[in-house]
């Protein structure tokens, strides 16, 4: 396998960025996620819970990956970041 220019990953990383937009922008109509007053993740069931007055509405589940951070320009595999529970780490190395 060659691995990626420079440029190459970062037109990779253009469109994958734009292709989750997409995606996110037409779960957020289909159901309805700005309605909600609040999202919490439970990250020992692996969801995304959308909720008001108290009362779950909409449930998703999700697998991390990893996390980027703007600050510091770094991308963290979620399998590497031991602030997650182990579950969480763990999932993230069959998602590989």
């Known amino acids: ?16 960025n734009w292709f989750m937009r997409a995606r996110m922008d037409e779960n957020k109509k289909e159901f309805q996620l ?6 919490d993740w439970d990250p020992w069931r ?3 819970i959308f909720s008001s007055g108290g009362h779950p ?3 998703a589940k999700i697998q991390l990956v990893g996390t980027h951070s ?3 320009t770094a991308w963290t595999w979620a399998w590497a970041n031991p602030s997650y ?7 993230a190395l069959r998602a590989q």
Do not use: I, N
């Open 70 to 72: 703007t600050k510091w």
């Open 57 to 59: 509405k909409v449930v």
């Open 46 to 48: 692996g969801e995304l």
């Open 34 to 39: 700005d309605s909600f007053q609040r999202f």
């Open 1 to 16: 396998m060659t691995p990626m220019s420079e440029k190459e990953f970062q037109d990779y990383l253009l469109q994958a």
């Open 85 to 91: 529970p182990a579950p969480v780490r763990q999932a």
